[in-house]
């Protein structure tokens, strides 16, 4: 590693200043073989910009160096993270300088990750031509082929979720291993009751597992082998536990918002400020945002279905900054070589040169190029929904949160207190797209104080 010092001539400035740096790095916890890493970033970032002292950089220039290294794909993710680290130390711990203090160093460092072939985003379109009978653990792809394309096609012919076909064909395959791998075409309704019954007494899963189970079983003996199950024996559907969801304070949802800024911080307050799931946040496109009506349309939710949310008017402007933002990133990518999208088949081909436009880019973008394991292409997916699952928790837990705080708690929140507002709860059942309102009505249970606000006895006794 090459000496250097801001004025190109004084060694001891030189040995001073690195001396400081792993003074830092020791601080912050960075173990010592990983040190002549970081230090070796620093020096690389230095070498490439040789006519910028170090004090002198803004974050247009760091950004630009990010986005240089974000477009490498042969650089390995821990590697690009650790970068990342090096120069959030230097700039922010050890030089102090005023800008990075409020440079999002969670995107650059956190929404990295990439989609796998497996995400529900992507995974149809990434299967093979055995639609991923081939994967580890699937028994049914493997041992009974015929089988598993009848099942793929059922599901997509019902036009199920991909989670509702990955946790059906789980089951499947629990099913055929707690069988010794017996065939399906071996199987029946006393299969069937002994399975659910060794998850009920020897597994003593929950009542809305073994419902699970039955109805993958339900829809495989069915619509795939075309034998619809009969009288299964003593076992009955269990009835399900209704449980009263986790809702946090208005003062607490503050406490968990406040710390968090940048891209993850406006994704978790448009989670909290409409109700939406963090994978509905995280796909959401240019294009699903109505500044003139004041709404989002979030597309094919759970259950397929399309819903309009209000947008809250306290983060207009932080998603237009956030629009112009993405604009600046994807005319990048075009310049780069890059700058298409994910686009599900049908829409690919019914809009063969959407993939490059603005308005269908993702609103909140990884800031890594991500490979198509299937064709090669080179693209930006949207953030990974656990970038977000893991601020929530742990901002929660620093705000000294005792509650189970997970990012669908925010959901919880939204609607519970909505109905505090005096919101109809018609109004709050179409904003969460619910199908029945019961679902809606478990939110009123956790309204005024305890047993439905009526007062403990204890707080009436003498003292």
């Known amino acids: 590693m090459s000496d250097f010092s801001e004025d190109g001539t004084n060694n001891a400035l030189v040995g001073k200043f690195w001396h ?54 042969t650089l390995p993710l821990w590697q690009y993270r650790q970068k990342v680290d090096a120069l959030r130390l230097l700039f922010r711990h050890m030089l102090g300088a005023d800008w990075a203090a409020e440079f999002d160093w969670t995107y650059w460092s956190d929404a990295c990750q990439p989609l796998d072939n497996t995400h529900p985003t992507v995974a149809r379109a990434y299967e093979s031509k055995s639609a991923g009978a081939e994967r580890p653990g699937n028994l049914l792809g493997q041992r009974f082929p015929a089988d598993y394309t009848r099942f793929v096609a059922a599901v997509r012919i019902a036009d199920l979720s991909i989670n509702t076909e990955k946790s059906y064909l789980g089951w499947i395959n629990r099913f055929l291993r707690f069988h010794n791998d017996r065939g399906p075409s071996a199987c029946a309704e006393p299969e069937v009751a002994s399975f659910l019954e060794h998850l009920a007494v020897k597994r003593k899963v929950t009542g809305a597992t073994q419902a699970q189970a039955l109805n993958a079983l339900v829809f495989f003996f069915a619509r795939t082998l075309e034998r619809p199950l009969g009288d299964i024996g003593h076992f009955k559907r269990p009835k399900p536990h209704q449980r009263v969801p986790t809702v946090l304070s208005r003062t607490e949802v503050a406490g968990i918002l406040q710390p968090l800024q940048g891209q993850t911080g406006l994704m978790t307050r448009l989670m909290y400020g409409t109700g939406m799931r963090v994978m509905e946040c995280a796909r959401l496109r240019v294009l699903d945002l109505d500044f003139d009506y004041r709404k989002i349309t979030v597309h094919e939710a759970k259950g397929k279905k399309d819903r309009v949310v209000p947008m809250p008017t306290s983060l207009i402007e932080p998603l237009k900054k956030q629009i112009a933002w993405v604009g600046l990133k994807h005319e990048g990518d075009l310049q780069a070589g890059f700058g298409g999208v994910f686009m599900p088949d049908a829409l690919a081909r019914k809009y063969p040169n959407a993939a490059r436009e603005l308005r269908w880019q993702y609103l909140f973008p990884a800031s890594r190029i991500g490979k198509d394991p299937r064709s090669g292409t080179r693209r930006r997916h949207h953030i990974h929904p656990s970038v977000i699952q893991r601020a929530v928790r742990d901002s929660a837990r620093k705000s000294g949160i005792t509650k189970r705080v997970t990012s669908h708690t925010l959901r919880h929140s939204f609607a519970t207190h909505l109905l505090e507002s005096g919101s109809d709860i018609r109004t709050v059942q179409e904003l969460l797209g619910h199908s029945d309102v019961t679902t809606t009505m478990i939110y009123t249970h956790v309204l005024g104080k305890g047993g439905h606000g009526v007062s403990s006895p204890l707080d009436r006794l003498d003292t």
């Open 20 to 73: 400081n740096y792993v003074s830092v790095l020791k601080r912050f916890g960075i173990p010592d073989r990983s040190q002549p890493w970081y230090r070796k970033h620093v020096q690389r970032f230095i070498d490439d910009h040789p006519h910028i002292k170090l004090r002198e950089h803004r974050p247009e220039s760091v950004t630009l160096w990010l986005t240089r290294l974000s477009n490498n794909a």
